[in-house]
């Protein structure tokens, strides 16, 4: 039995899509992803939704897990 383990530096986009591509074509394996970040991604440029009210969390793209 091969065991995979992935690490993965960043959560950017880059980071999220590398993860989420990773996960649909090999359940199994493990990932890890290292991050500075405070929050779970969200697309960068949808800040200004907060700004004009919305909830952080109502612009999250990808749930946290």
């Known amino acids: 039995m091969i065991f995979l383990h992935v690490v993965i ?3 950017g986009h880059a ?3 590398a993860a ?3 996960r ?4 199994d394996i493990k990932i890890s992803m290292i991050t ?3 929050y779970p991604h969200y ?4 800040i200004y ?3 004009l009210g919305k ?3 109502e612009i999250l793209r990808f749930p946290e897990e």
């Open 9 to 11: 530096i960043g959560s």
């Open 55 to 57: 909830k952080p969390e």
């Open 24 to 27: 649909q074509n090999a359940e």
């Open 20 to 22: 989420i591509t990773l």
């Open 15 to 17: 980071g999220i899509t």
């Open 49 to 51: 939704k907060i700004i």
């Open 36 to 38: 500075e970040d405070t």
């Open 43 to 46: 697309p960068r440029p949808s």
